[in-house]
């Protein structure tokens, strides 16, 4: 069976990530490596990770230049990552789209990131609300052939009535019912994410700051056991597959 928990790896050193990592042993075998723990560790995290069996999902949020994003989305592609995200920009996205050439890697777009709201769009200069910049970015995303959407549960659905049902879709900001919410003031719990069209749900501190890591990732397994939609199972990674074997769906 296929499992759409991702787990957030953020912390400051390799040793605390792989610590987590073996004590959640075969509940999770997919990780989110974010800025804080590539900026010490570098592509060393990634390759110990895939040594242990698991899949990546890098999540630097890439922006710069054309020719950069580029050639530097072609280096994940040669680590084996299974995701990257980068932003919903249409430059950043084509260059990305070239840079990924022929490879398993699947880019992920950022549309707006979910601590902006209407007066910081405002300030940057964007004369949109934040539900039509979102919009926009999805069907810039999907033209430029970006593989999936990185969304707040609560816009999940809506970002599936545009995306499509090929879109890879990838929620954070998710609790189970009577779990701290930590920072994250808008969340849903995992099996509404997924009920709203999430594919892949990314959790961090529910799972890694529980005293039992591997008993809270099984619990949140239950959870979405039931609310899983059958026809999305092609575009979920079997949980078997080593990182650089063929896509099953998508
Ligand atoms: O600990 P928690 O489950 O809140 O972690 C969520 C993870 O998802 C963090 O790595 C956070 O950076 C990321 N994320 C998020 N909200 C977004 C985008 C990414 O919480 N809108």
Do not use: C
Not at 96 to 103: D, L, N, P
């Amino acid at each position: 069976m296929s499992n759409p928990i991702i787990i957030a790896l953020d912390v400051e050193s390799a040793a605390e990530a792989l610590s987590l990592v073996d004590r959640i042993g075969g509940s999770v075998n997919f990780y989110k490596v974010g800025m804080e723990l590539y900026a010490v560790e570098g592509p060393t995290i990634v390759r110990e990770l895939h040594g242990r069996g698991k899949d990546v999902f890098l999540d630097l949020k890439f922006y710069d230049i054309g020719e950069t994003v580029k050639r530097a989305v072609a280096q994940v592609a040669r680590l084996g990552v299974r995701f990257l995200t980068v932003h919903a920009s249409k430059a950043v996205m084509d260059a990305a789209v070239a840079g990924r050439g022929g490879s398993d890697l699947k880019l992920l777009a950022v549309t707006v990131l979910t601590s902006v709201d209407r007066r910081d769009l405002e300030d940057d200069g964007y004369a949109r609300t934040v539900a039509d910049l979102v919009e926009l970015r999805v069907k810039n995303a999907m033209a430029a052939g970006i593989d999936g959407i990185v969304a707040s549960p609560l816009e999940a659905a809506a970002i599936r009535a545009i995306a499509g049902s090929r879109a890879i879709l990838v929620t954070p900001g998710v609790r189970s019912a009577g779990a701290g919410h930590g920072d994250q003031k808008r969340v849903a719990t995992p099996a509404e994410a997924i009920a709203a069209g999430a594919n892949y749900i990314v959790i961090g501190r529910q799972i890694t700051r529980a005293a039992d890591p591997a008993a809270a990732a099984r619990s949140i397994l239950r959870e979405v056991g039931g609310a899983r939609h059958g026809n999305d199972e092609g575009s979920l990674i079997k949980r078997a597959e080593p990182p650089s074997s063929p896509q099953s769906g998508h």
